[in-house]
């Protein structure tokens, strides 16, 4: 892509993202934009203002060397100072303050992106800085969303029905993947963020993983058979934090005395079957995983699965190639409110024959949230070096609610082994028995 079409891009994309940011403050009343929907969220307006401090301070300042616009709420915006449940206390700019803000700022980024360079991947003049804070905003709109969905009252939301493929009830159950090394990471993807880069070699063994993600229907079974109550199930960690929380089924999910019913940004419906699972904490998805007799798979196999070509020794952008996703590829972009049925996107299958790795839920992995060989933090240590340890577990593949430029294969997110307020779904792995190799 040439300077200029790069320009114009970048510029699409703040746009684009901006329109998305409106639709999620604007659809709910100023009373519930300041409210706290849970303890586990920022208000709304909190994100608001905060996607534009942060915009405030890596590219009119950083970038453009210029003036400060509002130092006074540097500190009420940053993320580490506050934690979220103390957030709806702070004196936070109110709806219509943090709307005429946000837009000064963004004032402010279109004439800077007039006269960078955009050349090379330097803070100071580069695209990188630009492509982070609209994947930040994006990041943010996910949030947000996840803030929709535990907000109480009516449906404010529209979406469409994603769609079903005509072979789904074909599939097998699992898919091989060989023996072998794979590059993992990337040096090359341009948008792609500090924690995964650089590209490196990883050996893996043989492994099966699941076709889909587990759906509905599959995690119904493991609860009738008892699988929040057989602690042999769960890790210890895990059973523990079971029985404090009082787990017995995803989030959003109630029982009417007769059948399960889940809360879907305001609707309430039967859970249908043939969905992924989503809302489920990480705890959950192992305890599921025993239950079954498998295991979660770690992040290297995940992303091996999702973007290794045997044809050619190659790891592609994504699982269904080079080219950006499509609609016809994965469900991304907020476009449905949920995860498509299993089987979906045949358009978008790994080489390996998986499918649904990027877009529907996002996949709990086995593997804690480490740095990669040759790792550096890059612009900030506060995007992901700090987060690096056993605390978190990796998730991978991106949600029905992540834009299609803030998740590539090689995207980690992170989270707590707890949460379950995200988007968060999963499949399961296994190590083959000697017999099933030939
Ligand atoms: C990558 C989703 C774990 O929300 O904590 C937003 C993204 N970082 N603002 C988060 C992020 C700073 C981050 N996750
Ligand atoms: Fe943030």
């Not at 307006?45 to 970038?63: I, K, P, T």
């Not at 915006?77 to 934690?83: Q, S, T």
């Not at 699988?227 to 959003?252: C, I, M, T, V």
């Not at 999910?253 to 809302?279: K, S, T, Y």
């Amino acid at each position: 892509m040439g300077i200029e079409d790069l320009r114009a891009h970048v510029a699409d994309e703040l746009a684009r993202t901006r329109r998305r940011s409106a639709v999620l403050t604007d659809s709910v009343d100023d009373e519930d934009l300041v409210r706290q929907h849970s303890p586990l969220m920022s208000p709304l307006v909190w994100d608001l203002a905060h996607v534009g401090s942060q915009e405030e301070l890596w590219l009119v300042r950083d970038v453009g060397g210029a003036e400060a616009i509002r130092p006074d709420i540097d500190d009420l915006y940053d993320a580490f100072k506050h934690a979220r449940k103390d957030r709806p206390e702070l004196p936070l700019l109110g709806p219509e303050e943090a709307r005429e803000y946000v837009g000064t700022v963004r004032d402010k980024v279109f004439d800077l992106l007039d006269r960078t360079p955009l050349e090379g991947r330097r803070l100071v003049d580069g695209a990188f800085a630009f492509g982070m804070i609209v994947q930040h905003e994006q990041q943010h709109d996910e949030t947000m969303l996840a803030t929709h969905q535990l907000r109480r009252g009516a449906p404010v939301l529209t979406d469409e029905a994603p769609p079903r493929a005509a072979d789904a009830d074909s599939l097998p159950a699992e898919v091989l993947v060989r023996g072998g090394t794979f590059v993992m990471g990337t040096s090359t993807e341009p948008w792609a963020l500090d924690n995964e880069r650089p590209a490196h070699e990883v050996h893996v063994d043989d492994f099966w993983i699941d076709t889909t993600p587990v759906t509905n229907g599959d995690y119904q079974r493991f609860m009738a058979d008892g699988g929040y109550d057989r602690p042999e199930l769960w890790s210890a960690d895990g059973w523990a934090h079971r029985l404090h929380a009082k787990l017995r089924a995803p989030r959003f999910w109630e029982h009417d005395g007769q059948r399960w019913l889940r809360r879907r940004f305001g609707h309430v419906e039967p859970v249908p079957a043939d969905e992924p699972v989503v809302h489920v904490s990480f705890h959950e998805a192992q305890a599921y995983a025993n239950w079954i007799g498998k295991r979660l798979p770690t992040e290297q196999e995940w992303e091996k699965a999702a973007r290794h070509d045997p044809r050619t020794g190659r790891s592609l952008r994504y699982p269904w190639g080079d080219g950006d996703p499509g609609p016809e590829h994965a469900n991304l972009g907020q476009r449905h409110l949920r995860p498509a049925p299993r089987g979906a996107y045949p358009e978008g299958e790994a080489p390996c024959g998986a499918r649904q790795l990027i877009g529907d839920v996002w996949e709990w992995t086995s593997t804690d949230f480490l740095p990669y060989p040759g790792f550096s933090a890059f612009p900030y240590r506060e995007y992901s070096e700090v987060f690096f340890g056993p605390d978190y577990k990796v998730l991978r593949g991106g949600s029905f609610g992540t834009d299609p430029a803030a998740c590539r294969g090689t995207f980690r997110n992170w989270d707590y082994p707890i949460r379950r307020q995200i988007f968060s779904g999963f499949r399961c792995a296994r190590t083959p028995r000697p017999e099933e190799l030939g």
